[in-house]
């Protein structure tokens, strides 16, 4: 078991890591543990591993053998999906979305999660129920970092990883609110670096959004 508010602890402790989170699509398990290591070596050791593809709870598996990695299941939709997350070696949990069913599987399962919100009311919601720590999503078709300026006005004790359109280019923007403590973003890992395995691409990739201030 988990509560929320240890969930949040949690996921602000990941956060801290580094200024990015890698949201990752993999359709080939024999490439993750040479991503991982890319990333992890270019300085972002917070790896979210999308349940989009076939191949991604393998990915996971493999992942978790990579020293220094940290990896999480992110697209969580139902119990079910949680509890192969787990199994897989997830060790944190990310939904584009909350509902009670899904807060309380990650709870009883013992898997810090980071819920999305998109709204105030949504972000009220959670915090009612503990979590302090949020994902703003999908962040650039919410209004992007204005927006969510606007909703740390009044709930100001709610910190957030917009992820969601997020790039190089618009990146500085969140990372310069008060509010956000890292962003999720998958330009760290395009898919054509990816299926080429260069990985030396992607640790130079990782290097430049890990140094980004914030």
């Not at 992942?63 to 139902?78: F, N, Q, R, S």
């Not at 949504?122 to 302090?132: I, S």
Request: net charge negative; hydrophobic share 45%; with cysteine.
């Amino acid at each position: 078991m988990i509560t929320p508010q240890q969930a949040s602890e949690k996921s602000r402790d990941l956060c801290a890591l580094a200024p990015v989170i890698p949201v990752l699509v993999v359709d080939d398990a024999a490439h993750a543990q040479g991503l991982a290591a890319a990333l992890v070596k270019g300085g972002l050791p917070v790896l979210e591993v999308t349940l989009r593809t076939d191949a991604a709870l393998d990915v996971i598996r493999e992942m978790a053998k990579v020293e220094g990695g940290v990896v999480g299941a992110g697209t969580l939709l139902t119990p079910k999906d949680v509890q192969n997350a787990v199994d897989a070696g997830a060790k944190f949990g990310v939904s584009p979305g909350a509902t009670d069913t899904i807060l309380s599987a990650c709870e009883e399962a013992g898997l810090p999660i980071l819920p999305g919100a998109a709204t105030s009311s949504e972000v009220m919601r959670l915090l009612e129920r503990g979590y302090t720590v949020q994902k703003f999503f999908p962040a650039e078709a919410n209004g992007g970092a204005p927006a969510l300026k606007a909703i740390g006005a009044p709930i100001p004790q709610v910190s957030f990883c917009p992820t969601g359109g997020v790039s190089m280019k618009n990146v500085g923007d969140y990372l310069s609110l008060p509010n956000v403590l890292c962003c999720g973003g998958s330009w760290v890992a395009p898919k054509d670096l990816v299926q080429a395995q260069d990985w030396d691409g992607i640790t130079a990739l990782a290097a430049e959004a890990a140094k980004l201030p914030r």
